[in-house]
């Protein structure tokens, strides 16, 4: 009789949990060890040299043991995963899964057969518990993702924006693969009574955290635009206001402020996809100007640059985060231009309209790996 070490390899079952035995080349048992016995209810001289291991199975595994596992494994050398029913003592069945090892002499003529049985119970005890486990954390995945899109949704959802010289439309999507919401945002509101401020950004991180720290960016951007003192100054501040804000050091935006007065319209880019603008003829622009380093990256004594361009009615300004335009496989110039070309096509209807079908447009629910904000701005106030 044996009672060998069990091979870690073979399962990640506990010893104990796994029995050993031996055989000849002709499949009869030559040692045993005291787990198949006691799961047996068996005597080591009653199998030991007169019993071969398929007259120990029902039937059915007799059958398949002398089809498919004998030469299977006299064919390759080894068998694993194959699950019988031992007969015990008593008649019952015990559900086991079976490896099996073909060991060959020098002459390549078959020696010994070494065989591992576990109680399939246990395994699939294993096995339910690992599932469990895995949808538990799936769950529990899926309700941090509802916290965070709840969490980003209440922030994005505030609107203030009370003027009727220009129409404001702003769209979210999360994307569709992922457990963790992004940290995009979209902003919009008065600076004073000659003026309205536009913000769309990006955090890096995902998640809660990802979530918290856009809320903290896109309240310290409205609260200091207001006092900034332009475009460049505001988003240079919010440089410093990041330091105590880690996770939100490396993010992206876009801040636009539009003087009502002069329909001028001033702007930086902090490391984010250029603004494009629809003139009232049908015609665009991709606003490359005023652009610098993501938000926390800028060196001390350098300042945000800006640019400015002017406006008229009927003009349209579209702020749009990365997950409207970066795809696998496309370079981001021809995302920009994608983005220009289905907001000329889409600016002859209402601001509401066009916001919700250049989504459609530019988002193929397949392939939306990115959460994506978007912010279309019409101008409706005569110099």
């Known amino acids: 009789m044996i009672d060998p070490a069990i091979d870690p390899a073979i ?3 506990a010893p104990g949990q796994a029995a050993r035995l031996a055989l000849g080349p002709d499949g009869t048992v030559t040692a045993v060890d005291e787990t198949f016995l006691r799961w047996t209810g068996r005597r080591a001289d009653d199998l030991i040299g007169t019993a071969r291991f398929s007259s120990l199975l029902t039937a059915g595994g007799r059958i398949y043991h002398e089809t ?19 007969v015990r003592v008593d008649g019952t069945p015990l ?70 010289a220009v129409a404001v439309e702003t769209r979210y999507r999360p994307a569709v693969d992922r457990l963790e919401v992004g940290g995009d945002w979209h902003d919009a509101f008065l600076l004073d009574e000659g003026r309205v401020g536009v913000s769309v950004g990006d955090i890096v991180g995902k998640g809660i955290r990802a979530a918290c720290a ?5 309240s310290a951007l409205r609260a200091l635009a207001g006092v900034a003192g332009g475009p460049g100054a505001a988003l240079r501040a919010v440089d410093r206001f990041v330091g105590s804000v880690p996770d939100a050091f490396a993010s992206t935006a876009v ?27 049908g015609s665009s622009e991709i606003l490359w100007g005023g652009r610098s380093v993501p938000i926390g990256t800028i060196a001390a004594d350098r300042v945000r640059p800006e640019a400015t361009v002017a406006l008229t009615p009927g003009d349209r300004l579209v702020l749009y985060t990365d997950g409207l335009c970066e795809r696998r496989g496309r370079g981001p110039d ?29 988002l193929d629910r397949d392939e939306v790996r990115d959460d994506t904000c978007v912010l279309v701005l019409e101008i409706r106030v005569e110099k």
Do not use: K, N, W
């Open 255 to 281: 801040y636009a402020e539009i003087d009502l007065a002069t329909s001028e319209l001033r702007y930086t880019a902090a490391g984010h996809p250029p603004p494009v603008l629809v003139r009232a003829d």
């Open 334 to 362: 021809e995302g920009f231009s994608l983005v220009a070309h289905h907001a000329v096509r889409l600016r002859a209807h209402p601001i509401g309209e066009m916001a919700d079908q250049l989504v459609e447009a530019m």
């Open 68 to 86: 498919h596992f004998a030469p299977l494994l006299l064919l390759q050398g080894e068998v694993r995963e194959v699950a019988f029913d031992l």
């Open 214 to 218: 856009m809320g903290q960016v896109r």
């Open 95 to 164: 559900a086991v899964i079976v490896h099996a090892t073909l060991t060959r002499d020098a002459d390549g003529a078959p020696e010994r057969i070494d065989v591992t049985v576990l109680d399939a119970t246990v395994r699939r005890s294993y096995e339910r518990e690992l599932l469990r486990a895995r949808r538990d954390a799936e769950r529990a995945e899926r309700e941090i993702r509802d916290i965070a899109e709840a969490l980003q949704r209440s922030l994005l959802e505030r609107a203030d924006l009370t003027t009727s």
């Open 11 to 13: 399962d990640p079952i």
